[in-house]
């Protein structure tokens, strides 16, 4: 796989404080990348300025070998799904996702087809005419999917997209985002405080710490050869938590 982006010595400073400390990674194309780490690490931010909703104090990222740091958003080939699925509430699940397709293809016909066959995609072909109160959480996510997909971003940032689901609902929309993955092998940078989805979901994992990155790798490196004690504790203390929420469950003493 070709490098798609390569992100060289991004620096953040929000009044005086280094939120990216000089950072550089490189994606490749159609891979599947997870970023994990403590709250307030820069996680977010980081994603903000690959999208380019916000810039960053210093640094380049190079997407298909040019530097697109002061390109505009609309013009990255980058599209984002948020926690809070952002659906428009007067809108009805088509014209959510035929809205933003209607000012690209300038055509409503089309629009709504190309709409319709993202939507058969997530599995909401029975939910068109609904508007989004009417729908669940992982339905109304489903939808924030479809709508970032139809507009063919060559990459797709996610922000914690399943955190505000539960956990039944989260496995079912994990599995059905790694089949889309493998079938559109759009590259696909993944936001979560989930270690299991992470490194069920990922070609690689990247942990984050203070604006630093600890280890970028597979997931099995990450698993078996952490890099350091701040990685190695963070993996070791996800699963005493699962350990003890087992343990909760099933009153089972491990
Ligand atoms: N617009 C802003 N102005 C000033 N400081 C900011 C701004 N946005 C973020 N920060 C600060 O930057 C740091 C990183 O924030 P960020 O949202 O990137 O963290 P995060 O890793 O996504 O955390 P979480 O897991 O809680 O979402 C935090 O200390 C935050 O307070
Ligand atoms: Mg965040």
């Given amino acids: ?101 209607k000012i690209k293809l300038k055509n409503k016909n089309n629009a709504e087809k190309a709409a319709l066959e993202m939507l058969k995609m997530v599995n909401m072909e029975e939910h068109l005419k609904k508007y989004p109160h009417e729908l669940s959480g992982g339905q109304m996510q489903r939808v924030a999917i479809a709508r970032t997909l139809a507009l063919k971003p060559d990459i797709i940032l996610f922000d914690e997209p399943m955190s505000a689901l539960d956990a039944d609902n989260r496995l079912v929309l994990r599995k059905e985002l790694k089949k889309l993955q493998q079938k559109l092998h759009t590259t696909m940078i993944y936001i979560t405080h989930d270690q299991e989805e992470a490194f069920s979901l990922s070609d690689r994992v990247m942990v984050m710490n203070d604006g630093n990155i600890e280890q970028i790798d597979i997931p099995n490196v990450i698993f078996n050869h952490p890099k350091n004690d701040y990685v190695r504790n963070f993996v070791t203390n996800h699963l005493i938590e699962k350990v003890s929420s087992i343990e909760k469950c099933t009153g089972i003493d491990l």
Avoid at 17 to 34: A, C, R
Avoid at 62 to 75: A, C, E, R, Y
């Fill in 1 to 101: 796989m070709a490098n798609l982006l390569e992100i060289n010595n991004l620096i953040k400073v929000y009044n005086k404080k280094i939120v990216l400390n000089n950072i550089s990674f490189t994606v490749k194309d159609g891979e599947f990348l997870s970023i994990l780490g403590p709250s307030g690490c820069g996680k977010t931010t980081l994603l903000k300025i690959l999208i380019g909703i916000e810039k960053p104090t210093n640094g380049a990222i190079i997407k298909k070998g040019k530097n697109i740091v002061n390109l505009d958003v609309s013009k990255r080939g980058m599209g984002i799904v948020f926690q809070n699925y952002a659906l428009f509430p007067n809108m009805t699940v088509l014209q959510n996702v035929a809205y933003a397709l």
